[in-house]
């Protein structure tokens, strides 16, 4: 005896594209933006460019392209421009990865409990709505002018986004998937590991990729205020050395640093989640 | 047919009118009363239902809404005890004096929620292998059941989709063979087709009395649909609603397996007239 599959004409919506016979229009569609992309840099550039010729504009104002473009190759042989770098980037990785514990961990804390939200969050708001920048100044006092105090200023800006994104994420869990669970009489850890983690995963990530910015500017924004070391410093030194072609390339690798680290935080979702809408493409 | 047969099945498989001498698959429900108390507001849900269902007999439980039969089905899967009242299955208590179901006795209990509610991350396969995890079943020995059980219901291609590539009526199939997955001897079913368009629900209605014919495992289904209750049931139980009381059972005595034909049957439309002149529609 065998069920019959009549119920539906085609029962298996297909996922990957069609094989052969693929229109051009198609292919525009999946490169479009490998197209679109370098072509509007080009034209950035170029007005860019524009701009400082035509108005006569003073390199100290806004140097020209392919100024910075210079001095920016000239950064990148140097070896005190590394030594910053890293210094930078370990502390927006290690920064970013205690929010991210720190955020998830207090969001199924308080995703699971109505009592503790109501006591914690009060405290948690203040945090967020106290100009944090401001609490800079605290954080040399208390920690120096090392790498800590700009850990903590990335952790502080950046765990708010992962918090609440778990808090939505445990309270999705429908109570029909919560009594699944108890119908076949799980243990706490098979709950916890066959339902909360993969139903929360996705809003989580969701928290980390907005996180991941925040990092870089916490990174930045504390290194601007104190101490000497890191790419945000650097800005400020070659601002006051009045290297501005320098500054913005300084810029410039701070942009592409950023890109990049959002770029691999926003492709976990596609391994980590494929089920998920958000990871479909269309 | 590939499933193993359960030793027990054979005993169980003459739900004659004598009570079977094994009393596995039996449901005894004595005097239960549901009382929900939110906020200091008291709703009686349910007002001393009695009842017995024999080891592997079709019980549907319908009423209008509001009568209960949801609230009913809720604490014979032991997902929340009744204010007053015992349940006993397979001859022991549901719920222990402080109102907790038991383990051992949940165990042989199969659920299916009204919409599939399966989980979207896992695999067709992973999704009817789910309650064999918790039963620490090895990893292969899971993946043969699926097979069997995906073979039994048509879904042997899909055992590796996602469930969001299957229609409807494919998902509620994926639930089904889920419930039967670790072989209870207690089917509950709430409203399992009730999402599904007309011709989908008609055969899965059909799918659903051959399989029961194959296992004969005691079901208990609620649904709101005469036809549907009266295709499948052996005895039917109407629920009249504010509060949820028993207001009488029909016995179905049709013979099996069913045609879907029987529908345009006259004793059978007139079976149908009788229930909604009960159910005062």
């Keep these: 005896m065998t069920m019959t599959n009549r119920d539906d004409a085609s029962p298996v919506r297909s996922m990957a594209p069609a094989e052969g016979g693929r229109s051009l229009r198609e292919l525009l569609d999946t490169y479009l933006t490998w197209i679109t992309t370098p072509l509007l840099l080009l034209a950035f550039i170029a007005l860019w460019k524009l701009y400082v010729v035509v108005l006569d504009i003073s390199p100290f104002m806004l140097p020209p392209p392919e100024a910075v473009a210079l001095a920016l190759v000239e950064l990148l042989q140097e070896p005190f421009f590394w030594n910053f770098f890293r210094i930078t980037v370990t502390e927006i990785l290690v920064g970013f990865g205690l929010a991210v514990v720190v955020g998830a961990g207090l969001g199924i804390l308080l995703g699971r409990s109505k009592l503790f939200e109501r006591i914690a969050s009060p405290f948690i708001v203040a945090s967020q709505v106290t100009p944090k920048v401001a609490l800079m100044p605290l954080f040399l006092l ?30 999705s869990i429908g109570s029909e998937q919560r009594d699944l669970f108890t119908v076949i009489r799980a243990p706490v850890w098979k709950r916890l590991l066959s339902l909360d983690v993969p139903a929360v995963l996705p809003y989580l990530l969701t928290g980390i990729e907005t996180a991941s910015v925040l990092a870089v500017t916490g990174a930045i924004v504390g290194e601007y205020l104190g101490g000497n070391e890191g790419l945000g410093a650097m800005v400020v030194m070659t601002l006051n050395a009045m290297r501005v072609d320098q500054m913005f390339a300084t810029i410039v690798a701070l942009a592409i640093f950023g890109f990049l680290f959002y770029a691999v935080i926003a492709s976990i979702r596609k391994i980590a989640v494929p089920w998920h809408d958000s990871a479909q493409n269309d | 047919m590939s499933i193993a047969a359960d030793p027990t099945a054979a005993d169980r498989s003459a739900p004659s009118g004598q009570p079977a001498p094994a009393r596995e698959g039996a449901i005894e429900i004595d005097g239960i009363t549901k009382v929900y108390d939110t906020k200091g507001q008291r709703t009686l849900a349910v007002e001393d239902v009695s009842l017995e269902i024999e080891p592997g007999e079709f019980v549907v439980l319908i009423g209008r809404s509001g009568c209960g039969k949801s609230t009913l089905l809720r604490t014979l899967a032991g997902l929340q005890a009744p204010t007053d009242g015992a349940i006993r299955i397979s001859g022991q208590s549901l719920y222990s004096p402080e109102g907790k179901a038991v383990p051992e006795v949940i165990g042989d209990l199969g659920f299916v929620f009204q919409d599939a509610n399966l989980l979207p991350w896992r695999s067709v396969w992973k999704n009817i292998a789910l309650p064999l995890e918790v039963q620490r079943m090895s990893r292969p020995d ?140």
Aim: aromatic share 6%; net charge neutral; charged share 25%.
């Design chain 1, 142 to 171: 208390w920690m120096g002018f090392g790498m800590q105090s700009k850990i903590a200023m990335v952790v502080l800006l950046s765990f708010f986004p992962v918090m609440k994104a778990t808090i939505l994420g445990v309270r």
């Design chain 2, 142 to 281: 899971r993946r043969r059941r699926a097979e069997e059980l995906g073979e039994l219901s048509g879904l042997s291609e899909f055992l590796d989709h996602l469930p969001r590539q299957l229609s409807g009526g494919m998902r509620q199939r994926v639930a089904i063979m889920r419930a039967l997955a670790p072989e209870p001897s207690i089917l509950l079913m709430d409203e399992p087709f009730s999402a599904l368009d007309a011709i989908t629900r008609d055969e899965l209605n059909m799918a659903l009395q051959l399989i029961w014919l194959e296992f004969r495992k005691t079901v208990v289904l609620v649904t709101h649909s005469i036809t549907e209750a009266a295709f499948l049931a052996d005895k039917i139980v109407l629920l009249s609603p504010h509060p949820g009381r028993l207001q009488k059972v029909i016995k179905v005595d049709f013979p099996r397996p069913r045609p879907l034909e029987l529908t345009k049957d006259d004793a059978f439309q007139s079976l149908v007239a009788e229930l909604r002149t009960e159910l005062g529609e």
